[in-house]
């Protein structure tokens, strides 16, 4: 169907029983109808209809956005901010990057704020410094357990058993020393 005052389609449809004839009916497009919703002079029944469609029209403007919000695609993790909704959880810590602009309101608007305004938390295991050398650690230590090579491994141990007691200052001001490769086995290992 078209509109009454042009040739576009019509997308509002209005049934006004404003009329002791009967009710009428008007077919607009989305421009006039913001012209005819825009007419909230009157303080008729008509004009409470135009303000309740005025809030429909902005309601689908919101639809119109979402949709367009629901289309962004993190490119480290691919999950879309449709995901998001559907799941309530981000896929990686790029995701606040990549749906900023969509997730400050709701964040906003959940917290009340942008910014943590409550406790840090305790961290036992010191620095983040100090937990990746520890990762670093292990996973050597791991590697070389696999490797079957023993007396590596007693020394990563005895690292990790330093980092994990000492001082952070004794390790953290100097790169991660290597292990001395001139270190060989008396006997042979069959």
């Known amino acids: 169907m078209k509109c009454q005052h042009c040739e576009k389609p019509a997308t509002f449809h209005i049934t006004e029983l404003t009329d002791p004839n009967g009710p009428s009916v008007l077919h607009l497009c989305e421009e006039h109808a913001r012209t005819f919703l825009s007419n909230e002079g009157t303080a008729t029944p008509a004009s409470a209809l135009s303000s309740m469609l005025a ?12 949709a367009t919000a629901d289309k962004k695609t993190c490119p480290i993790c691919g999950i879309t901010f449709a995901d998001f909704r559907k799941g309530g959880r981000l896929g ?35 620095s983040p410094e100090r937990q ?31 980092v994990e007691t000492g001082d952070e200052s004794s390790w953290i001001e100097h790169e991660p020393e290597e292990l001395d490769d001139d270190f060989q086995s008396e006997t042979p290992i069959v």
């Open 55 to 66: 809030k429909q029209l902005k309601i689908e403007k919101a639809a119109e956005e979402l």
């Open 132 to 162: 990746h050398r520890l990762m670093q650690l292990k996973v050597e230590m791991k590697d070389a357990i696999g490797k079957e090579d023993y007396e590596t491994a007693s020394r990563l141990r005895d690292k990790i058993t330093e």
């Open 92 to 126: 990686c810590g790029y995701d606040y990057i990549a749906f900023e602009d969509d997730l400050e309101p709701l964040l906003v608007n959940i917290h009340g704020a942008l910014q943590h305004m409550g406790k840090e938390p305790t961290n036992r295991s010191g």
